[in-house]
């Protein structure tokens, strides 16, 4: 049996900002690991300029990248055990938020001219 994608049923912009957060949390000075679980801590999030915003060594659209600034999509992403917030800006991605497959790593990446 195959299995299934997105069994949490999240949304687009909900996959988008995860697999957005999940390339953060593996970007070296973007993160904190928290706990022996692997739950990863977000030292920040990305601020667009432009059209765009920089996550790690990629460049992404700004409007993809707009759940960040979503505080619905944390609600969402900790309801569903994906995130862990501890208060307004502090986000810290969970093990299995992390090893979430949202189907999207390929689809909104591009790597940076600057």
């Given at each position: 049996?195959?299995?299934?994608?997105?069994?949490?049923?999240?949304?687009k912009?909900?996959l988008?900002?995860?697999?957005?957060?999940?390339?953060?949390?593996?970007?070296?000075?973007?993160?904190?690991?928290?706990?022996?679980?692997?739950?990863a801590?977000?030292?920040?999030?990305?601020?667009a300029?432009g059209?765009?915003?920089?996550?790690?060594?990629?460049?992404?659209?700004?409007?993809?990248?707009?759940?960040?600034?979503?505080?619905?999509?944390?609600?969402?992403l900790?309801?569903?055990?994906?995130?862990?917030?501890?208060?307004?800006t502090?986000?810290?991605?969970?093990?299995?938020?992390?090893?979430?497959?949202?189907?999207?790593?390929?689809?909104?990446?591009?790597?940076?001219?600057?």
């Amino acid at each position: 049996m195959s299995e299934k994608k997105n069994p949490l049923k999240l949304n687009k912009l909900q996959l988008r900002t995860l697999v957005l957060a999940q390339v953060l949390a593996k970007t070296p000075g973007m993160n904190e690991i928290v706990s022996q679980a692997g739950d990863a801590k977000l030292l920040q999030l990305p601020h667009a300029h432009g059209d765009h915003v920089h996550i790690g060594g990629f460049t992404v659209s700004a409007r993809e990248a707009s759940g960040f600034s979503n505080p619905a999509v944390w609600i969402a992403l900790v309801r569903k055990g994906l995130a862990k917030t501890d208060g307004p800006t502090t986000i810290t991605i969970t093990a299995a938020g992390l090893q979430y497959d949202t189907g999207l790593g390929e689809r909104f990446l591009a790597a940076s001219d600057h």
